[in-house]
Structures are given as structure tokens and as C-alpha cells.
């Protein structure tokens, strides 16, 4: 199993940028894809972006297409959001999760293992 730890969330300004890191350990995390999800108050959680294992096919939720940025580096076991041009409907609570076929996707039952999250704030 991989363990996942997100970091890097806090408070943003509405056009400004934040960029989130998720650590993992265990199992090989080289072969995982990794996806970022999101969730509000009140709101389910919603899938942001994923990556493949190995870097080379990203999919984005349309409402940060654009905007933000997911990539990895394997030799870390870390993934990567860059978030830019924030808006306040941003904000939410930020996990990372792993899936085990490497290949990636939207939806929330292909992913198998999730971290416990970071929250963003951006005010208006």
C-alpha cells in the first residue's frame, strides 16, 4: 500500500498561485497514476487533474483547465499541483490518491489509496 501526504495548501488571493506537493512512500509509487481531487463544504468531493505513471498523459476537470498544472517526478515519489489565476471557487480541501492500473482517470473509484489532504483558501 502507498502512503500519501499532501502539503503546500494555505491562503491564496484571488489571481494568485499555489502549488501543492504530495509525498508518497510504500508501495511503487513509479508505476501509480496520480490524481488530484477536491472538496467543499457542503459540495461531494470532485475529481481537478491526474497524470499517467509515467508522466506523459494529464487530464484536467474543465474548471482548472488552464489553470492548473499537475506533474510528477519519480525520483521524489512526489506529485505536483500548480495552481494559478486561483479563484475563490477554489477553495476547498485538496487530496491526492494513487491508481493502481498506472493509466489514470476521473473518476474517484479508480483510485485506491488517498491522503488525508490540504486545505486552500482563496479569498476574493
Known amino acids: 500500500q502507498v502512503q500519501l501526504v499532501e502539503s503546500g495548501g494555505g491562503l491564496g488571493q484571488t489571481g494568485g498561485s499555489l502549488r501543492l506537493s504530495c509525498a508518497a512512500s510504500g508501495r511503487t509509487f513509479r508505476s501509480d497514476a496520480m490524481g488530484w481531487f477536491r472538496q467543499a463544504p457542503g459540495k461531494e468531493r470532485e475529481f481537478v487533474a491526474s497524470i499517467n505513471w509515467v508522466g506523459t498523459a494529464t487530464y484536467y476537470a474543465d474548471s482548472v483547465k488552464g489553470r492548473f498544472t499537475i506533474s510528477r517526478d519519480n525520483s521524489k515519489n512526489t506529485v505536483y499541483l500548480q495552481m494559478n489565476n486561483l479563484k475563490p471557487e477554489d477553495t476547498a480541501r485538496y487530496y491526492c490518491?494513487?491508481?493502481?492500473?498506472?493509466?489514470?482517470?476521473?473518476?474517484?473509484?479508480?483510485?485506491?489509496?488517498w491522503g488525508q489532504g490540504t486545505q486552500v483558501t482563496v479569498s476574493s
Open positions: 490518491a494513487a491508481e493502481p492500473s498506472g493509466l489514470g482517470g476521473t473518476s474517484s473509484g479508480l483510485y485506491d489509496t
